[in-house]
T-cell receptor, first 114, second 113 residues
């Protein structure tokens, strides 16, 4: 069975600090997809990134970067120079090739203080 | 707009009543998903449609829950004999195909009194 663990329930940082959100996953499939979503206070889930299990290259998009390590089953998300607008709940999710649905972690509430 | 549309945005009803929640996916997306999100938790899968058929309904909690997608576009989630434990935000998502990013609607906040 697939499982996603986000051990950090809440993180609070001061604006301009860097912050890393951890995600550890479990799956028996060799082909799977990993995702990060952002859920701001307004409630909508916003897609940030998708990574497939065969692509371990790290990715950077502006202030966001993702570190995928199959050896430790982790897919961590770093925000550089955080801003108040980054305050939200961030979810890591997994989709196995044998199933279509997403399995979400419990989320990390990030608060960026001015 | 081109996003996933869900109606109503809020629904308050009494225990035992029947409710219908509607989802209009992104045009051209063949895959449609329903999730339920309780306070402080991540969304939990309910049911997945590929086209008109329910390809996986393993997440539906019991037989009070049912969903349809008769023409392969709009979907309706139906809950009979509602219970207070059904209170949650019901999210709909759509995507081009499996493994592709799922795009979510704003959800329907269901409150059972």
């Amino acid at each position: 069975a697939q499982k996603v663990t986000q051990a950090q329930t809440e993180i609070s940082v001061v604006e301009k600090e860097d912050v890393t959100l951890d995600c550890v996953y479990e799956t028996r499939d060799t082909t799977y997809y990993l995702f990060w979503y952002k859920q701001p206070p307004s409630g909508e889930l916003v897609f940030l990134i998708r990574r497939n299990s065969f692509d371990e290259q790290n990715e950077i998009s502006g202030r966001y970067s993702w570190n995928f390590q199959k050896s430790t089953s982790s897919f961590n998300f770093t925000i550089t120079a955080s801003q108040v607008v980054d305050s939200a709940v961030y979810f890591c999710a997994l989709s196995e090739s044998s199933a279509r649905q997403l399995t979400f972690g419990s989320g990390t509430q990030l608060t960026v203080l001015p | 707009g081109a996003g996933v549309s869900q109606t109503p945005s809020n629904k308050v009803t009494e225990k035992g009543k029947y409710v219908e929640l509607r989802c209009d996916p992104i045009s051209g997306h063949t895959a449609l998903y329903w999730y339920r999100q309780s306070l402080g938790q991540g969304p939990e899968f309910l049911i997945y449609f590929q086209g008109t058929g329910a390809a996986d309904d393993s997440g539906l909690p019991n037989d009070r829950f049912f969903a349809v997608r008769p023409e392969g576009s709009v979907s309706t989630l139906k809950i009979q004999r509602t219970e207070r434990g059904d209170s949650a935000v019901y999210l709909c998502a759509s995507s081009w195909d499996r493994g592709q990013p799922q795009h979510f609607g704003d959800g329907t906040r269901l409150s059972i009194l």
